[in-house]
């Protein structure tokens, strides 16, 4: 187990972006996904233009990458690839088929069962994936493969992370026999592949919205049979990304549809403001935020901080130092929807918590330290009523 979280570790930094994400340049990322727009605009308007969305999608995030990191990464997937495709045509010898519901839709990956909207509930029979780690290949699909990535050998990695992408749908598809797979997946450039895949095995590939979403150009170009987005916003910025704009629906989930009836049947306490931290490190922009809050709490209001809960350590680590004068929510004590419920204001930078919280009816307050890089970045909150934090007097 330690040797796999490892290997995760190592891979994520490999992939890791040259720049964080309110630091980048957006208008040459936009330039960038023109520029390979204007040159494939005809291509992409085949039906069978899937690989190519791929491989777009590919371009724009190798785009972020350092030189050496893709020098890298190109190097070792050749080696990586022949041992992966041995092992996998090995496992497919040994795999057995089993009987499920004739009208299956698995989710793939650890999504909760409150983002998956209601009208895919309704119509098909749920089961989470078991195992992500499982993988097969057989000789067909090895030859379809094969047969359509000759054109990229010069691109390794973008081969072999498809080959182990296809092989993990393709033990999903052999031991599940779904209508549908359901994925959290529009950042994997993986992801149209995947769903012409699918769809020549009559299965639709679907996504769900699982958090805010910004302009991010390694969301560019991607296509499922459907993509659910919460806000029909999301259409225009996915439109500027060139993703697919047909696969679009608009449906909120029910965790959504939970938080609006609660704030509607709920009146805020006054004076209360909740700082959701997760994203701010930065040193100079950590004093920004604690001096503003000194500030307003000398106004006489409660401050309360509430760390993102996958990131504890780091938090008590590194920000804690910051801001150990106001009071701190525990997420494992405190339900996100009862944190919500207890605050008259909710404050943040780039977090789905800030839309959630409008959609509560509670007002909003966006840290300003880098308010030209959020609305570069064109979030929705940005563009929702709220205070910011350097102006707020309450």
């Not at 009208?119 to 029979?125: A, T």
């Not at 993986?190 to 958090?211: A, D, P, R, W, Y």
């Not at 609305?375 to 007097?393: A, D, G, M, P, W």
Request: glycine share 2%; proline share 3%.
């Amino acid at each position: 187990m330690k040797l796999k979280n490892y290997i995760r570790l190592l891979y994520f930094w490999f992939l890791k972006d040259t720049n964080i994400l309110m630091g980048r340049n957006i208008d040459a990322d936009k330039n960038y996904i023109e520029k390979l727009y204007r040159e494939n605009k005809l291509l992409l308007k085949r039906s069978n233009h899937y690989f190519l969305r791929s491989f777009l999608q590919y371009k724009c995030q190798m785009h972020k990458l350092s030189f050496v990191k893709r020098i890298a990464l190109n190097i070792i997937s050749p080696f990586l690839m022949i041992a992966f495709i041995l092992y996998t045509l090995l496992c497919n010898c040994f795999f057995k088929t089993q009987d499920f519901h004739k009208n299956l839709a698995v989710i793939n990956g650890n999504i909760n069962d409150d983002l998956i909207p209601e009208s895919l509930q309704r119509q098909y029979q749920l089961v989470k994936c078991k195992d992500n780690y499982k993988f097969i290949l057989d000789l067909h699909v090895l030859i379809w493969l094969i047969r359509i990535i000759s054109r990229y050998l010069f691109h390794p990695y973008f081969i072999f992370k498809l080959i182990v992408k296809i092989s993990q749908y393709s033990y999903l598809i052999n031991c599940y026999h779904p209508k549908v797979i359901i994925a959290t997946s529009e950042y994997s450039f993986c992801s149209s592949v995947l769903t012409g895949f699918c769809e020549e095995q009559e299965i639709k590939h679907f996504n769900v919205m699982h958090g805010e979403k910004s302009f991010n150009i390694r969301d560019s170009f991607f296509k499922f049979s459907h993509c659910y987005i919460w806000e029909d916003y999301y259409v225009d910025l996915f439109q500027t990304l060139k993703a697919d704009i047909n696969q679009f629906i608009v449906e909120r989930p029910p965790k959504q549809l939970k938080i609006i009836s609660l704030g509607d049947s709920s009146k805020p306490p006054e004076n209360i403001i909740k700082f959701y931290w997760g994203s701010e490190y930065n040193k100079d922009e950590l004093i920004f935020i604690s001096q503003h809050l000194k500030r307003i709490k000398e106004m006489g209001f409660n401050i309360i901080v509430r760390f993102h809960p996958l990131h504890k350590n780091v938090f008590y680590k590194k920000v804690y130092p910051f801001l150990k004068t106001f009071k701190i929510e525990d997420p494992a004590s405190v339900t996100l929807y009862t944190s919500l419920l207890e605050t008259e204001y909710v404050f943040g930078t780039y977090t789905t918590v800030l839309y959630e919280g409008y959609l509560m009816n509670r007002k909003l307050i966006i840290n300003d330290f880098n308010y030209l890089s959020l609305l570069e970045l064109n979030c929705i909150s940005i563009h929702l009523s709220h205070s910011r934090l350097s102006e707020f007097k309450g």
